[in-house]
């Protein structure tokens, strides 16, 4: 039973384009989100987050946004730059507990 | 300002032994979670300790695998007669906040390898 789903195994974008990571849940009590970005051999790190309260929120060249209706939520990097290339895994919880993540999706961002 | 440390960071075992995987959260944080990759995979949630509690242990397989987070020291991870499969990545994260969540703070993670 995978609640929360990234159907996109891998991702390549051009360094200085958009880069727009996608990732779909199941679960409508989710109330919380999540994404965080790894390196080989590395633990994940938190990059940003988004409350179910709100539809976008914005760091820097990040932004993610929530699509409550659609249950869907998406990462976009703008510019692209070559350290961003990591595999991103979005995750959900639910009542301050337990992260639930996708899959991930292998970003690769091309010079 | 040591982040969740981790320890070993390579453990290799052979088939039957007995695995033991520390972690240290965060200075403050005193809720701890266990996540286990496999490869090709996402992070699968294991169990949730606080200290000297486990909050939600709905994630850890019912036989071989235990945890537990004491009033001192470090919180442990125990697989015992480690099999194949148990070949993975553990991750440790913690978490300072109680009835509220923002992110958990991950550390470098134990790759376990059973031979």
């Known amino acids: 039973d995978q609640q929360v789903k990234q159907n996109s195994p891998s991702l390549s974008v051009q360094e200085g384009r958009i880069s727009i990571l996608n990732c779909d849940y199941t679960n409508s009590m989710f109330d919380y989100f999540l994404w965080y970005k790894k390196y080989p051999a590395e633990g994940p790190t938190f990059l940003i987050s988004i409350s179910s309260i709100k539809d976008k929120n914005e760091d820097g060249r990040f932004t993610v946004f929530l699509n409550k209706s659609a249950k869907h939520l998406s990462l976009h990097i703008v510019p692209s730059q070559p350290g961003d290339s990591a595999v991103y895994f979005c995750?959900?919880?639910?009542?301050?507990?337990?992260?639930?993540f996708g899959q991930g999706t292998r970003l690769t961002i091309n010079p | 300002n040591a982040g969740v440390m981790q320890n070993p960071r390579h453990l290799v075992r052979r088939r039957g032994q007995e695995a033991r995987l520390r972690c240290s959260p965060m200075k403050g944080h005193s809720h701890v979670y266990w996540y286990r990759q496999l490869p090709e995979e996402g992070l699968k949630f294991m169990v949730y300790l606080q200290k000297e509690n486990i909050i939600d242990e709905s994630g850890m397989p019912k036989e071989r695998f235990s945890a537990e987070f004491p009033k001192e020291g470090p919180s442990i991870l125990r697989i015992q007669q480690v099999v194949r499969g148990d070949s993975a990545a553990y991750f440790c994260a913690s978490s300072p906040l109680v009835g509220g969540f923002t992110e958990a703070f991950f550390g470098q993670g134990t790759r376990l390898t059973v031979v």
């Open positions: 995750a959900a919880s639910q009542g301050a507990q337990k992260l639930v």
